[in-house]
Antibody, heavy 118, light 107 residues
């Protein structure tokens, strides 16, 4: 069974940093591209970052470019999102999801809540 | 960026009803259109990919159609577990973008 489990969410002050992790199991993680998608409270879905299976291709949404960094460690079957210079508007549930680019997001984690507030 | 517009934004229906949700892209996206639903407090779940392909394990009452700029998700006979918010998403170009969602509620 495919499982994606996010961790690392929490409360952080504006301007602060946080690192999210996504532990993958039940599939060949090293063969799949991965993404982070977020959802602000009561709002819709927003894609924020993509990383290819080999990490050779990375994309970011304009809203996080220069502040967030996506990475992966295939030896640990893990995906990461380093979030710096956090703003109030970054408050959201952050989901990791497999697939993406020209393909759909076929598996999703349960989400990690990030709250940016003073 | 490609804008995705869903309609309606919400609807009320009875169990057993046929339900149709539409999604329009601001430019042609060929068949690079995917549908998800999301229940409160849960992660989205993929229903349809490439406009009309049913994801493994998804009931056959769900179907998708369309190409270019206009797409449709149809639920042939609404079931109690189908009450959720539905999102379309284009995977034609970066950044991938989602529609605003359609909330399907019980009448």
């Amino acid at each position: 069974e495919v499982q994606l489990v996010e961790s690392g969410g929490g409360l952080v002050q504006p301007g602060g940093s946080l690192r999210l992790s996504c532990a993958a199991s039940g599939f060949s993680f090293s063969s799949y591209s991965m993404n982070w998608v977020r959802q602000a409270p009561g709002k819709g879905l927003e894609w924020i970052s993509y990383i290819s299976s080999s990490s050779s291709t990375i994309y970011y949404a304009d809203s996080v470019e220069g502040r967030f960094t996506i990475s992966r460690d295939s030896a640990k079957n893990s995906l990461y999102l380093q979030m710096n210079s956090l703003r109030d508007e970054d408050t959201a549930v952050y989901y990791c999801a497999s697939g993406g680019y020209s393909y759909a997001y076929d598996h999703w984690g349960q989400g990690a809540l990030v709250t940016v507030s003073s | 960026d490609i804008q995705m517009t869903q309609s309606p934004s919400s609807l009320s229906a009875f169990v057993g009803d046929r339900v149709t949700i539409t999604c329009r892209a601001s430019q042609s996206i060929s068949s690079y259109l995917n549908w998800y639903h999301q229940k409160p407090g849960k992660a989205p779940k993929l229903l349809i990919y490439a406009a009309s392909s049913l994801q493994s394990g998804v009931p056959s009452r769900f179907s998708g159609s369309g190409s270019g700029t206009d797409f449709t998700l149809t639920i042939s006979s609404l079931q109690p577990e189908d009450f959720a918010t539905y999102y379309c998403q284009q995977s034609y170009s970066t950044p991938p973008t989602f529609g605003g969602g359609t909330k399907v509620e019980i009448k």
